[in-house]
Nanobody, 125 residues
Framework: EVQLVESGGGLVQAGGSLRLSCVASGFTFDDYGIGWFRQAPGKEREGVSCISRSVGSTYYADSVKGRFTISSDNAKSTVYLQMNSLKPEDTAVYYC??????????????????WGQGTQVTVSS
């Protein structure tokens, strides 16, 4: 059974920091990417940051570059998203997802097969 369990969300003031964690297990891709996505009310789900397991390549949405950092601990099957200098527009439900790595790092939701339940991040102004 595939399981993706996110944690670390919460309420923070603008300029603050949060670290999200995603523990992933049960999937059998030969190689894979793990991504963080977010969805705000009334908006489409968007890719925030992704990382490939073997190559270590990363992707960041323009809106979070320089503020967010993705990292992985393969021994713990855990991916982290360090979020600094948070802004009210970062408010959303954040999801982690896993999908096959097929030579390029996917950044779109449809490229990911399994999803966590989401964790709420709220940034107050």
């Amino acid at each position: 059974e595939v399981q993706l369990v996110e944690s670390g969300g919460g309420l923070v003031q603008a300029g603050g920091s949060l670290r999200l964690s995603c523990v992933a297990s049960g999937f059998t891709f030969d190689d894979y990417g793990i991504g963080w996505f977010r969805q705000a009310p009334g908006k489409e789900r968007e890719g925030v940051s992704c990382i490939s397991r073997s190559v270590g390549s990363t992707y960041y949405a323009d809106s979070v570059k320089g503020r967010f950092t993705i990292s992985s601990d393969n021994a713990k099957s855990t991916v982290y998203l360090q979020m600094n200098s948070l802004k009210p527009e970062d408010t959303a439900v954040y999801y982690c997802a896993v999908g096959p790595y097929l030579g390029r790092l996917g950044t779109r939701p449809y490229e990911y097969h399994y999803w966590g339940q989401g964790t709420q991040v709220t940034v107050s102004s």
